[in-house]
């Protein structure tokens, strides 16, 4: 006769009424066997079996749930463990990088890592700062150990770069601003965007001078006559050297008082032609300002005649005096006065004073001892003015470059001219 097969429902009823009986009637086990052998007609051996068995998988089972427990608890512990140390790492962080919120250049964020590599590995600092938008990769920390956390061929580049740049603005008396010290620098043949030069200013920390508001000198004398105005303010429409002189004169405090600067500059060109300092404003030394602005200009073109030129000025009491009326008079010059009242009658004489006190005068809060160290100090700026002050509005080149370049494509400009005059 064959093994005799049970189902799975009748094992289960089986064992549900053997673990019954042995709870509850307080049966034995070998008892509880026959008990429920004899009620289902199996075995007792064969239910033993059964029991055997059930009870083995019920011990692994309840081993399995505990290695399951002890796995999750060791998860845990990890997770709170690595938790733990990514506070620690971006506490560290915070305090090694700059306050403010900005992500911290690459050099900074790999400083930080080499300062910290005896505490955690660069990998792990690393994860963390990847995860909280600090970008920076293993493989970058070591290409800076690799050469030794010296700058790279770029930023030895940039540094040089940026030393030349300081050297220029430097060279330019520190008064040029980004525009200006982007074209200087192109004159002198470099190749640079104006983009980075702003970049490198700012990196640099040197920024161009703020021109000042001029403040009026000149009192008008209503009893003196006035020129006519031969310029109304139309300054651009000047085609040559020589058309348009415009003069006027400022104060500077020294400790032995004031003194008085008087200038006499060219409208085309923009070049100061003559200058005077003088301890009073009397009217002699606007007279020698332009002396001085006809005398340099024989001497540069022995064919040069001031006639006709127009000498342009203000309604000051120097400028309408008998004495520059004659001057003008012997000289074939056009007198010219602007609009009483009116702040905008010498604009252009009013800029380039402008220049001089925040270029020179009120430079870097300077002080000044008498007049002849104003002196000094003007002829200076004056020469650099001219020679090598890129100015916007002739193209950003020297006012006598202005000139040369006008002599060079009018090679029939003294006959023009005289015609003109």
């Known amino acids: 006769m064959g093994t005799m097969r049970f189902d799975q429902e009748t094992k289960d009823r089986a064992l549900r009424l053997y673990y019954e009986a042995v709870a509850e009637e307080g049966a034995t086990k070998i008892g509880a066997r026959r008990k429920i052998g004899g009620m289902l007609d199996i075995n007792p051996a064969t239910l033993n079996n059964w029991i055997l068995k059930a009870e083995k998988e019920a011990a692994a089972s309840s081993l399995a749930a505990e290695q399951d427990k002890d796995a999750e608890i060791a998860r845990l512990r990890k997770e709170v463990k690595q938790l733990t140390e990514a506070n620690e790492i971006l506490r560290l962080a915070s305090g090694f990088f700059r306050p403010g919120g900005a992500r911290p250049q690459t050099k900074i964020v790999v400083e930080f890592l080499h300062a910290h590599r005896h505490l955690y590995s660069i990998e792990r600092m690393c994860q963390v700062l990847n995860e909280h938008q600090y970008q920076i990769s293993p493989a970058t920390y070591y290409r800076y150990q690799a050469r030794n956390f010296g700058p790279t061929d770029a930023e030895l580049d940039e540094a040089y770069e940026a030393n030349r740049l300081y050297d220029l603005w430097v060279a330019n008396r520190r008064v040029y601003g980004r525009r200006k010290l982007w074209k200087a620098a192109k004159r002198a043949g470099w190749d640079i965007g104006r983009g980075k030069v702003n970049r490198l200013m700012t990196l640099l920390g040197i920024s161009g001078v703020l021109r000042r508001k001029s403040t009026r000198t000149t009192v008008a004398n209503p009893n003196n006559p006035r020129f006519a105005d031969h310029c109304k303010r139309a300054w651009e429409s000047v085609e040559r050297p020589d058309q348009w002189w415009v003069a006027d004169f400022t104060y500077v405090y020294t400790k032995q008082g004031f003194c008085y600067v008087a200038f006499v500059t060219d409208v085309y060109s923009r070049r100061i032609l003559g200058y005077s300092v003088a301890e009073s404003k009397t009217t002699e030394f606007i007279l020698s300002a332009l002396r001085q602005a006809i005398s340099l200009r024989s001497r540069e073109d022995p064919n040069f005649s001031p006639v006709g030129v127009i000498h342009h000025s203000d309604a000051g009491s120097q400028y309408t005096s008998a004495e520059l009326r004659g001057l003008i008079a ?54 650099w003015y001219n020679t090598e002050r890129l100015h916007g509005s002739i193209d950003y080149i020297p006012p006598k470059e202005h000139e040369m370049w006008y002599r060079l494509t009018n090679p029939n400009r003294e006959q023009s001219e005289a015609q003109a005059a």
Do not use: C, H, P
């Not at 056009?334 to 380039?352: F, K, Q, R």
């Not at 870097?364 to 000094?376: D, F, I, L, Y």
């Open 330 to 383: 012997r000289e074939g010059m056009t007198g010219s006065i602007g609009t009483v009242g009116d702040a905008y009658d010498n604009g252009l004489m009013e800029s380039t004073i402008g220049l001089y006190k925040s270029e020179e005068i009120d430079f870097e809060g300077r002080k000044w001892s008498n007049w002849q160290e104003v002196e000094a100090a003007t002829a200076s700026w004056v020469s």
